[in-house]
């Protein structure tokens, strides 16, 4: 077994499992675990040992998107003012630098690119989903060539309603024009048995059941040659390139930035530091009654226990 600081990595029975280790974090994204789960995927694709490889989570949220603690604080830094400090939503036509779009496309890039890994390896992907997988968490999991979940479990993109664009571009994809648009453009949370039935996921089995359940697939593909197993994927995954892939990913991409620099956008990062990450996105999703402003209910407890709030996550 390897361990790193954001995850930990094992072979077993010709699976590599990848699997996130910040739990009390709920495994935010982070610069670190970027470069730490490419690291790992590509470690796994290499291993001549491994058939498949299979990326889980410990705790109570498989990954509850990007933590806004470094991410806007990094955007409400990124253009200093005249007078040497930070600008706010209302000071963006003053001095210093104006946002650099390709920058930032840049840097949006590097973590695209390790999400894509999950697509692009060369063997096949499982992902094993449990509580919040959401924002970013979606941009990453998406990739993966099977999800599985715990029926506990929540989808969903809530910065669609301000702050960001889905960077991978893998909704359409997996459930469809109507469908993606109907999720994208309100942002709804999804539970794990509509995400299955929506084909946004393959299926999804009891909670306590989760981590037997997806070993067994990895374990069930990698029974099969690793060469079937790599040309198959390739065969289903070109027909998905062939659609368009690379430029939708690439305008995703874009758009994220754009979305985090319209007024809005500034706007939501001014009023995190006024009153914090929590209650800023609390007061965006108060209106649509889900994520952490969905009123607890018997349903919110069980296997995995109470769903934490994800309201430090975007």
């Not at 973590?111 to 989903?129: D, G, R």
Request: glycine share 12%.
């Amino acid at each position: 077994m390897s361990a790193r600081e954001t995850l930990r990595t094992e072979i077993t029975d010709g699976v590599f499992v990848i699997t996130l280790s910040r739990a009390a974090e709920y495994n935010t994204i982070t610069p670190t675990l970027r470069d730490e789960l490419a690291a790992a995927i590509d470690e796994g694709d290499a291993d001549h040992r491994a058939h498949a490889i299979l990326l889980r989570a410990e705790g109570p949220a498989f990954c509850a998107g990007y933590g806004l603690d470094w991410s806007t604080a990094a955007q409400a830094a990124e253009i200093p003012s005249a007078k040497g400090g930070s600008v706010g939503a209302t000071e963006q036509r003053g001095g210093g630098r104006v946002w650099d779009s390709v920058a930032d496309h840049r840097m949006m890039s590097r973590f695209v690119a390790t999400y894509m890994k999950l697509w692009y390896a060369a063997k096949p992907t499982i992902a094993a989903v449990q509580g919040w997988c959401i924002g970013g968490g979606t941009d990453m999991v998406l990739c993966a060539d099977v999800i599985v979940a715990g029926e506990g479990a929540r989808f969903g993109y809530p910065p669609s309603r301000v702050w960001g664009t889905p960077t991978t571009a893998m909704w359409v994809y997996r459930m469809g024009l109507e469908r993606a648009k109907r999720y994208l453009l309100t942002g709804d949370e999804i539970p794990a048995p509509k995400a299955v039935e929506l084909g946004l996921i393959l299926e999804c089995v009891p909670d306590d059941r989760l981590d037997e359940h997806a070993l067994g697939l990895a374990k069930r593909m990698a029974r099969v040659p690793t060469n079937q197993l790599v040309m198959l994927k390739l065969l289903c995954n070109q027909t998905a390139e062939n659609m368009g892939l690379t430029s939708s990913r690439t305008l995703g991409t874009l758009f994220d930035g754009i979305a985090r620099h319209t007024q809005e956008g500034l706007d939501f990062v001014t009023r995190a530091g006024e009153v914090g990450f929590r209650q800023a996105v609390r007061e965006r999703d108060d209106p649509f009654g889900d994520y952490g402003s969905r009123p607890k209910g018997p349903g919110d407890a069980g296997a995995i226990g109470r769903k934490p709030d994800p309201g430090r996550r975007r």
